[in-house]
T-cell receptor, first 112, second 114 residues
Protein backbone atom coordinates (compact mmCIF):
# COMPACT_ATOMS: atom_id res chain seq x y z
CA UNK A 1 0.00 0.00 0.00
CA UNK A 2 1.38 3.48 -0.87
CA UNK A 3 2.85 5.40 2.04
CA UNK A 4 3.74 8.93 3.00
CA UNK A 5 7.38 8.94 4.07
CA UNK A 6 8.80 11.43 6.56
CA UNK A 7 12.43 12.05 7.46
CA UNK A 8 14.01 12.26 9.92
CA UNK A 9 11.95 10.36 12.46
CA UNK A 10 13.48 12.38 15.29
CA UNK A 11 15.34 15.68 15.18
CA UNK A 12 16.90 17.61 18.01
CA UNK A 13 17.77 21.24 17.39
CA UNK A 14 18.92 24.21 19.41
CA UNK A 15 16.58 27.10 20.00
CA UNK A 16 16.96 29.70 17.29
CA UNK A 17 18.21 27.27 14.67
CA UNK A 18 16.48 26.60 11.38
CA UNK A 19 15.05 23.16 10.78
CA UNK A 20 13.65 21.49 7.67
CA UNK A 21 11.29 18.56 7.93
CA UNK A 22 10.97 16.43 4.85
CA UNK A 23 8.09 14.45 3.41
CA UNK A 24 7.57 12.34 0.33
CA UNK A 25 3.82 12.23 -0.36
CA UNK A 26 2.12 9.45 -2.30
CA UNK A 27 3.20 9.87 -5.90
CA UNK A 28 -0.12 10.61 -7.62
CA UNK A 29 -1.52 12.78 -4.83
CA UNK A 30 -2.11 16.47 -5.44
CA UNK A 31 -2.98 17.88 -2.02
CA UNK A 32 -0.40 18.12 0.75
CA UNK A 33 -0.65 19.03 4.41
CA UNK A 34 1.35 19.57 7.56
CA UNK A 35 -0.05 18.98 11.03
CA UNK A 36 1.55 19.03 14.45
CA UNK A 37 0.80 17.32 17.73
CA UNK A 38 2.27 18.71 20.91
CA UNK A 39 2.83 15.90 23.39
CA UNK A 40 -0.45 14.73 24.85
CA UNK A 41 -2.53 17.19 22.89
CA UNK A 42 -4.70 17.18 19.79
CA UNK A 43 -3.52 17.03 16.21
CA UNK A 44 -3.53 20.59 14.86
CA UNK A 45 -3.70 21.75 11.27
CA UNK A 46 -0.82 23.92 10.08
CA UNK A 47 -1.06 24.32 6.31
CA UNK A 48 -2.40 22.83 3.11
CA UNK A 49 -0.74 23.06 -0.29
CA UNK A 50 -2.15 22.52 -3.76
CA UNK A 51 -1.00 23.44 -7.25
CA UNK A 52 2.27 24.81 -5.92
CA UNK A 53 0.75 27.26 -3.50
CA UNK A 54 -0.67 27.41 -0.01
CA UNK A 55 -4.43 26.88 -0.08
CA UNK A 56 -5.03 27.43 3.61
CA UNK A 57 -3.02 28.00 6.76
CA UNK A 58 -3.83 28.18 10.44
CA UNK A 59 -2.91 30.94 12.87
CA UNK A 60 -0.11 28.70 14.11
CA UNK A 61 1.55 28.93 10.69
CA UNK A 62 3.16 32.35 11.12
CA UNK A 63 6.11 33.95 9.34
CA UNK A 64 8.51 31.52 11.00
CA UNK A 65 7.04 28.68 8.97
CA UNK A 66 7.25 28.01 5.25
CA UNK A 67 6.52 25.11 2.93
CA UNK A 68 7.97 24.15 -0.37
CA UNK A 69 7.67 21.49 -3.01
CA UNK A 70 11.17 21.78 -4.45
CA UNK A 71 10.78 18.94 -6.95
CA UNK A 72 8.15 16.47 -8.08
CA UNK A 73 8.40 14.26 -5.03
CA UNK A 74 9.36 16.16 -1.86
CA UNK A 75 7.29 18.44 0.35
CA UNK A 76 9.13 20.31 3.08
CA UNK A 77 8.28 22.31 6.17
CA UNK A 78 10.83 24.87 7.30
CA UNK A 79 10.90 26.54 10.68
CA UNK A 80 13.27 29.51 10.46
CA UNK A 81 14.10 30.15 14.10
CA UNK A 82 12.89 27.40 16.36
CA UNK A 83 11.38 28.07 19.78
CA UNK A 84 10.97 25.70 22.68
CA UNK A 85 7.23 25.62 22.03
CA UNK A 86 7.82 24.26 18.52
CA UNK A 87 8.70 20.92 20.11
CA UNK A 88 6.08 18.53 18.80
CA UNK A 89 5.40 15.66 16.47
CA UNK A 90 4.96 16.94 12.93
CA UNK A 91 2.85 14.93 10.52
CA UNK A 92 2.78 15.24 6.78
CA UNK A 93 -0.30 14.07 4.89
CA UNK A 94 -1.39 13.82 1.29
CA UNK A 95 -4.66 13.34 -0.53
CA UNK A 96 -5.49 12.32 -4.06
CA UNK A 97 -8.54 12.06 -6.27
CA UNK A 98 -10.32 9.83 -3.79
CA UNK A 99 -11.56 11.11 -0.47
CA UNK A 100 -9.09 10.43 2.28
CA UNK A 101 -5.96 11.70 3.92
CA UNK A 102 -2.89 9.49 4.29
CA UNK A 103 -0.52 10.46 7.07
CA UNK A 104 3.16 9.77 7.49
CA UNK A 105 4.68 8.36 10.66
CA UNK A 106 5.78 11.79 11.81
CA UNK A 107 8.94 13.63 12.77
CA UNK A 108 9.46 14.26 16.46
CA UNK A 109 11.07 17.67 16.79
CA UNK A 110 12.75 18.48 20.08
CA UNK A 111 13.97 22.04 20.58
CA UNK A 112 16.50 22.44 23.39
CA UNK B 1 -15.97 26.11 10.12
CA UNK B 2 -16.05 22.64 11.57
CA UNK B 3 -15.32 21.32 15.04
CA UNK B 4 -15.18 17.89 16.62
CA UNK B 5 -15.93 16.96 20.20
CA UNK B 6 -14.73 13.77 21.79
CA UNK B 7 -16.16 13.96 25.27
CA UNK B 8 -14.20 11.06 26.73
CA UNK B 9 -10.47 11.67 27.07
CA UNK B 10 -9.95 8.13 28.38
CA UNK B 11 -12.04 4.98 28.21
CA UNK B 12 -11.04 1.94 30.25
CA UNK B 13 -12.59 -1.35 29.18
CA UNK B 14 -11.95 -4.99 29.98
CA UNK B 15 -10.51 -7.24 27.32
CA UNK B 16 -13.20 -8.94 25.18
CA UNK B 17 -15.82 -6.40 26.32
CA UNK B 18 -17.57 -4.09 23.84
CA UNK B 19 -16.60 -0.44 23.55
CA UNK B 20 -18.08 2.74 22.14
CA UNK B 21 -16.03 5.90 21.61
CA UNK B 22 -18.17 8.95 21.20
CA UNK B 23 -17.76 11.69 18.62
CA UNK B 24 -19.95 14.69 17.89
CA UNK B 25 -19.28 17.27 15.26
CA UNK B 26 -20.44 20.74 14.37
CA UNK B 27 -20.46 22.14 10.87
CA UNK B 28 -22.35 24.64 8.74
CA UNK B 29 -21.61 22.60 5.62
CA UNK B 30 -21.78 18.96 4.63
CA UNK B 31 -18.83 16.95 5.85
CA UNK B 32 -16.92 13.73 5.46
CA UNK B 33 -16.19 11.90 8.70
CA UNK B 34 -13.18 9.85 9.71
CA UNK B 35 -11.74 7.85 12.57
CA UNK B 36 -7.98 7.55 12.89
CA UNK B 37 -5.99 5.42 15.32
CA UNK B 38 -2.59 6.25 16.77
CA UNK B 39 -0.74 3.36 18.38
CA UNK B 40 1.97 4.27 20.91
CA UNK B 41 4.85 6.11 19.27
CA UNK B 42 3.38 5.71 15.80
CA UNK B 43 1.63 7.83 13.20
CA UNK B 44 -2.03 8.20 12.31
CA UNK B 45 -3.73 5.29 10.60
CA UNK B 46 -7.15 5.50 9.00
CA UNK B 47 -9.67 3.17 10.66
CA UNK B 48 -12.71 4.07 8.59
CA UNK B 49 -14.47 6.91 6.84
CA UNK B 50 -18.01 7.97 6.03
CA UNK B 51 -18.48 9.56 2.64
CA UNK B 52 -22.09 8.81 1.71
CA UNK B 53 -24.62 5.99 1.51
CA UNK B 54 -25.11 3.52 4.33
CA UNK B 55 -24.78 5.17 7.71
CA UNK B 56 -23.04 2.13 9.17
CA UNK B 57 -19.43 2.03 8.11
CA UNK B 58 -17.11 -0.89 8.70
CA UNK B 59 -13.40 -0.37 9.08
CA UNK B 60 -10.26 -2.28 9.84
CA UNK B 61 -9.57 -4.37 12.94
CA UNK B 62 -13.26 -5.08 13.56
CA UNK B 63 -14.26 -1.47 14.18
CA UNK B 64 -17.41 0.14 12.85
CA UNK B 65 -19.02 3.54 13.17
CA UNK B 66 -22.50 4.89 12.66
CA UNK B 67 -23.26 8.29 11.17
CA UNK B 68 -26.27 9.99 12.72
CA UNK B 69 -27.07 13.22 10.93
CA UNK B 70 -29.82 14.36 13.28
CA UNK B 71 -27.56 13.98 16.30
CA UNK B 72 -24.43 15.07 14.41
CA UNK B 73 -22.62 12.04 15.79
CA UNK B 74 -20.21 9.46 14.45
CA UNK B 75 -19.59 7.03 17.30
CA UNK B 76 -17.02 4.26 16.96
CA UNK B 77 -17.75 0.75 18.22
CA UNK B 78 -16.15 -2.62 18.55
CA UNK B 79 -18.00 -5.67 19.92
CA UNK B 80 -14.97 -7.24 21.58
CA UNK B 81 -11.68 -5.43 22.25
CA UNK B 82 -8.19 -6.87 22.52
CA UNK B 83 -5.05 -5.71 24.27
CA UNK B 84 -3.72 -4.74 20.83
CA UNK B 85 -6.47 -2.10 20.54
CA UNK B 86 -4.72 0.02 23.17
CA UNK B 87 -4.23 3.32 21.35
CA UNK B 88 -5.44 6.89 20.93
CA UNK B 89 -8.47 7.28 18.69
CA UNK B 90 -9.20 10.49 16.82
CA UNK B 91 -12.45 11.49 15.19
CA UNK B 92 -12.10 13.98 12.33
CA UNK B 93 -14.16 15.91 9.78
CA UNK B 94 -13.51 17.62 6.50
CA UNK B 95 -15.60 19.93 4.35
CA UNK B 96 -17.14 18.02 1.41
CA UNK B 97 -16.65 20.91 -0.97
CA UNK B 98 -13.04 21.67 -0.08
CA UNK B 99 -9.83 19.72 0.26
CA UNK B 100 -8.03 22.24 2.39
CA UNK B 101 -7.86 20.39 5.69
CA UNK B 102 -9.18 17.76 8.06
CA UNK B 103 -10.07 18.81 11.61
CA UNK B 104 -9.41 16.47 14.52
CA UNK B 105 -11.01 16.02 17.89
CA UNK B 106 -8.86 15.89 21.00
CA UNK B 107 -8.69 12.12 20.96
CA UNK B 108 -9.83 9.30 23.25
CA UNK B 109 -7.30 7.01 24.86
CA UNK B 110 -8.59 3.45 24.89
CA UNK B 111 -7.14 1.56 27.83
CA UNK B 112 -7.69 -2.19 27.77
CA UNK B 113 -7.80 -3.88 31.16
CA UNK B 114 -6.72 -7.53 31.41
Amino acid sequence: EPEVTQTPSHQVTQMGQEVILRCVPISNHLYFYWYRQILGQKVEFLVSFYNNEISEKSEIFDDQFSVERPDGSNFTLKIRSTKLEDSAMYFCASSGEGIGYTFGSGTRLTVV
Amino acid sequence: AQSVTQLDSQVPVFEEAPVELRCNYSSSVSVYLFWYVQYPNQGLQLLLKYLSGSTLVKGINGFEAEFNKSQTSFHLRKPSVHISDTAEYFCAVSDRARRDKIIFGKGTRLHILP
